[in-house]
């Protein structure tokens, strides 16, 4: 599927994007950035950018992305002049930039995507994200396939404190304005009993490196 119609959030989750073999440089993204990847293409006319996306889910086994990334370099390099990772570190201890140091290939910057949609110095001023859980647009969307169902929050709500019980707040850090979102993001936060703050992101940092990549 070209990169230009995206599938469905479910599918971005469970199965990712396929390149549609056409461009200079290969972005090899998390299905979670995907809207707004192909957004930023649109908006810049980076037709010479193609599009990868590995499933948004393995969000939730940060151990299995540094082989997943090595994997798909491996499989797609020889098709394009560069590969460019966007994912940030995203729980993998340091692996992940590891690999793409062993790789040969450049990644984004920043701790994970909390970080760079907010911009990573802006993130980093903050002295209480320890105690923040955070969701993006996609999270918002798909909050019962990452949280609720993994969690068996469904089945066994008694189990919200023993894995929120040290947040305090919920940070939605919004990439569009939508209303709905919005909403659904306030649910979010009630449900999991954490208070609720509202940052209009737009697109960060993300857009910057690309900007970078797109224009060397």
């Known amino acids: 599927m070209s990169d230009g119609a995206l599938p469905?959030?479910?599918?971005?989750?469970?199965?990712?994007?396929?390149a549609a073999g056409r461009g200079k440089v290969l972005l090899?993204?998390?299905?979670?950035?995907?809207?707004?990847?192909?957004?930023?293409?649109r908006l810049n006319g980076w037709d010479h950018l193609d599009l990868h996306c590995l499933p948004a889910i393995l969000h939730n086994s940060p151990e299995k992305i540094p082989d997943a990334v090595g994997a798909a370099?491996?499989?797609?390099?020889?098709?394009y002049d560069e590969v460019f990772?966007?994912?940030a570190d995203c729980g993998t201890g340091g692996l992940l930039a590891e690999r793409c140091e062993d790789l040969g290939v450049q990644m984004m910057?920043?701790?994970?995507?909390?970080?760079?949609?907010?911009?990573?110095?802006?993130?980093?001023?903050?002295?209480d994200e320890i105690t923040a859980f955070y969701l993006t647009d996609f999270l918002v969307r798909q909050f019962d396939a990452f949280v609720t169902r993994p969690l068996g929050l469904d089945r066994?709500?008694?189990?919200?404190?023993m894995y929120f019980g040290n947040y305090t707040?919920?940070?939605?850090?919004?990439?569009?304005?939508?209303?709905k979102?919005?909403?659904?993001?306030?649910?979010?936060?009630?449900?999991?009993?954490?208070?609720?703050?509202?940052?209009?992101?737009?697109?960060g940092d993300l857009e910057t490196e690309l900007g970078a990549v797109a224009n060397p």
């Open 28 to 41: 090899l993204a998390c299905g979670a950035l995907a809207h707004e990847i192909v957004a930023l293409k």
């Open 181 to 203: 979102l919005d909403e659904k993001a306030k649910t979010c936060a009630a449900f999991l009993k954490l208070d609720f703050e509202l940052r209009r992101t737009g697109y």
């Open 8 to 18: 469905g959030d479910g599918t971005l989750t469970q199965s990712g994007l396929a």
């Open 85 to 87: 990772v966007v994912y």
């Open 156 to 161: 066994h709500p008694e189990l919200r404190d």
């Open 73 to 79: 370099v491996e499989k797609h390099r020889d098709g």
């Open 169 to 179: 707040k919920l940070v939605y850090q919004a990439q569009a304005n939508d209303p």
């Open 109 to 127: 910057r920043g701790p994970h995507c909390y970080s760079f949609f907010e911009g990573n110095d802006a993130f980093a001023a903050h002295d």
